[in-house]
């Protein structure tokens, strides 16, 4: 059973940073997919980022490219989600999601979400 925990919303201003972790239990997560998605009010669920726990490969969504910085930190089995220059549309609670396999694209375990709320 994978276990996801994120931590580090709040509230910030526009043109603030926030850090977002994950910490990751439950197996070995050797090459798999780690990935941050996030849900505003009245809107699905999308995509923000990804990377491969084994060699870091990452893919973002085009808005939040240049802005946002997944990584990841192995001893530890946590992933972070860096986000700079924060924008009122940034606003949403923010999932941590792993694969089964290496897959940036497919999600099979979600955390619990964390708020994220920008100010203008």
């Known amino acids: 059973q994978v276990q996801l925990e994120e931590s580090g919303g709040g509230l910030v201003q526009a043109g603030g940073s926030l850090r977002l972790s994950c910490a990751a239990s439950?197996?070995?997560?050797?090459?798999?997919?780690m990935g941050w998605f996030r849900q505003a009010p009245g809107k699905e669920r999308e995509f923000v980022a990804g990377?491969?726990?084994?060699?870091?490969?990452?893919r973002y969504t085009d808005s939040v490219k240049g802005r946002f910085t997944a990584s990841r930190d192995n001893a530890k089995t946590t992933v972070y989600l860096q986000m700079n220059s924060l924008k009122p549309e940034d606003t949403a609670v923010y999932y941590c999601?792993?694969?089964?396999?290496?897959?940036?694209?497919?999600?099979?375990?979600w955390g619990r979400g964390t708020q994220v709320t920008v100010s203008a």
């Open positions: 999601a792993a694969s089964s396999t290496d897959s940036l694209y497919i999600y099979n375990y």
């Open positions: 439950g197996r070995t997560f050797w090459n798999v997919g």
């Open positions: 990377i491969r726990w084994g060699d870091s490969n990452t």
